[in-house]
């Protein structure tokens, strides 16, 4: 190209237009060697007077310009403030900086704060203290960074014929004690200008219990809508509110969290006639089970769950380090349905060589009624579909009524997963993925039966395959080529390609 423009394109386009000149690179070489020696220089001071007693003189945090209650602020400043007039004598520098530590753990637990500096000083003219001559005179200054109050994010996804809207909203630190108020709609049509098929509004207001960081408190109401096509084509609707009392450590503390969780629920079941596309499916669920029709309407549940869980993973998907552990106990009592349920998950990551990872998942429940009363639908378990067990339908698997699902009162699944580098790409979230899946869903189980109990063993389903896994921060995906090895008789199952899009795989 040889015209005018040739030279304003090469201009535009020059490899070396983002290429530092001699006296920035010179810069840039000072200011690291600079970093590097107050690194240095302050590691250093830290490992010469850690053992010394520390008196904090002057304390100063930054930043919060009203935006805290005085009470919260106090509370998640003890650490620091509880040691200023204590003139040294319990506390050593190392002892000082984990107090630091503990104080910026607060603050992030409550979800109150970004970010948070600290800048500690140390006078050169000690003042000699009789009582305590190794005694070290320090100055602290605390700089936080508050959370933006408010967040609003609206948008819509179109596509074949599909659309849906969402509204996310954020209010924080509402009364400057880290409190939240969060909402979050979705509305959804199948078809443009039709009533909506799937809806779901989520309010959820959190805080911290008497400015503890360490308790927190949800206050949820909610609603949702969806229509359900795997088994008898209807629509099931839930609308309640749910208030969770629960300890709030964070992962890196290494300890056990508890949930005490108190439900009241409006659920209904409203049996819808399907349209063609889906009256001609392979599950054939245009019909109408006697099961469904039973507990068609309102129905009404309350029940109180009481959890335990600890998660030291490093990611969510593809961990190679820590492990996920939640045991969940509900006890519904003062309904028509009443009944004691039991879930537990685990997870374990391992790190194998630098191109391999193995992941271990396995989770089982029990549902099991109390005074001959029936399980209602929405309290049975689903096994089945690309994000459990690969290589059935979702819902495929478990007892069926004419052919379709009905849930189960127990199960359990394994899930053995290998990822692998690819070639070349050893440094992108994409990972080779060899896996087994093992399950079993069932309502012939009783802890009270010796020999159902020893039954649920016999007969599980098994599948494995191969495919491509991508590990995002916000969700993960997979695409596998599935081969069920054993099945049962009515299971709903689906070899080859198969894909899956979520926040947690078996």
Same mark, same amino acid.
């Given at each position: 190209m040889n015209g005018p423009d040739s030279s304003l394109e090469e201009t535009m386009f020059s490899p070396n237009e983002n290429k530092l000149s001699f006296q920035q690179e010179e810069e840039l070489k000072r200011q690291n060697i600079l970093d590097q020696y107050n690194f240095n220089t302050v590691k250093q001071v830290v490992q010469d007077n850690q053992s010394r007693p520390a008196n904090i003189t002057n304390f100063n945090i930054l930043g919060t310009d009203g935006k805290y209650r005085n009470s919260f602020l106090k509370a998640q400043l003890d650490p620091i403030i509880s040691q200023l007039?204590?003139? &040294?004598?319990?506390?050593?520098?190392?002892?000082?900086? *984990?107090? !630091?530590?503990?104080v910026n753990f607060n603050l992030l637990k409550t979800d109150s704060i970004s970010n948070m500096g600290c800048q500690i000083g140390i006078p050169e003219n000690q003042p000699y203290n009789y009582l305590n001559p190794d005694l070290l005179n320090v100055f602290v200054n605390l700089?936080?960074?508050?959370? *933006?109050?408010?967040?609003? *994010? !609206?948008?819509?996804?179109? @596509?074949?014929?599909? @659309?849906?809207?969402?509204v996310k909203l954020q209010w924080k630190n509402i009364f400057g004690g880290g409190e939240s108020l969060d909402l979050d709609t979705n509305l959804s049509s199948n078809e443009f200008k039709m009533k909506s098929s799937k809806s779901q509004y989520v309010v959820n207001y959190s805080s911290p219990i008497f400015n503890s960081a360490n308790y927190k408190f949800n206050s949820i109401l909610f609603h949702s809508m969806r229509t359900i096509d795997y088994t008898s084509y209807h629509n099931q609707s839930i609308e309640g509110l749910t208030l969770k009392f629960s300890t709030n450590n964070l992962p890196m503390e290494n300890k056990l969290n508890h949930e005490i969780s108190i439900e009241n629920l409006l659920r209904s079941i409203s049996l819808k006639t399907p349209p063609s596309s889906v009256a001609s499916s392979i599950r054939n669920n245009s019909l109408m089970t006697n099961f469904f029709l039973f507990n068609a309407g309102y129905n009404y549940k309350s029940s109180i769950t009481y959890s335990i869980f600890k998660d030291t993973r490093d990611k969510q998907y593809i961990f190679e380090k820590g492990h996920y552990l939640r045991l969940s106990n509900e006890l519904s009592l003062f309904t028509k349905n009443k009944f004691v349920k039991t879930s537990f998950d685990y997870s374990k990551g391992y790190r194998i060589n630098k191109s391999l990872i193995f992941n271990l998942n396995f989770k089982t429940g029990l549902t099991h009624p109390l005074y001959n009363d029936l399980v209602h639908p929405m309290d049975?378990?689903?096994?089945? @579909?690309?994000?459990?067990?690969? @290589?059935?339908?979702?819902?495929?698997? &478990?007892? *069926?009524?004419?052919?379709?699902?009905? &849930? &189960?009162?127990?199960?359990?699944?394994?899930g053995l997963n290998l990822f692998s580098n690819i070639p070349y790409y050893s440094d992108s979230n994409f990972k080779f993925h060899l896996f087994t899946n093992i399950g079993k869903l069932t309502n012939n189980f009783s802890i009270l039966n010796a020999n159902a109990a020893s039954n649920v063993f016999k007969n599980n389903c098994i599948s494995t395959g191969f495919g491509i896994s991508f590990a995002h921060p916000m969700a993960a995906f997979e695409l596998n080529w599935v081969v069920p090895v054993t099945t049962n008789a009515n299971d709903s199952i689906r070899r080859g390609l198969q894909w899956g899009i979520g926040i947690s795989f078996l």
């Open positions: 007039n204590d003139n &040294g004598r319990s506390l050593t520098f190392s002892q000082l900086l *984990k107090r !630091i530590d503990d700089q936080v960074v508050p959370v *933006k109050k408010f967040f609003l *994010k !609206i948008g819509t996804n179109v @596509g074949n014929g599909e @659309g849906d809207g969402y049975k378990f689903q096994l089945g @579909g690309a994000n459990d067990m690969k @290589g059935w339908l979702i819902s495929g698997m &478990g007892p *069926k009524q004419m052919n379709m699902s009905l &849930g &189960g009162n127990y199960f359990h699944a394994i």
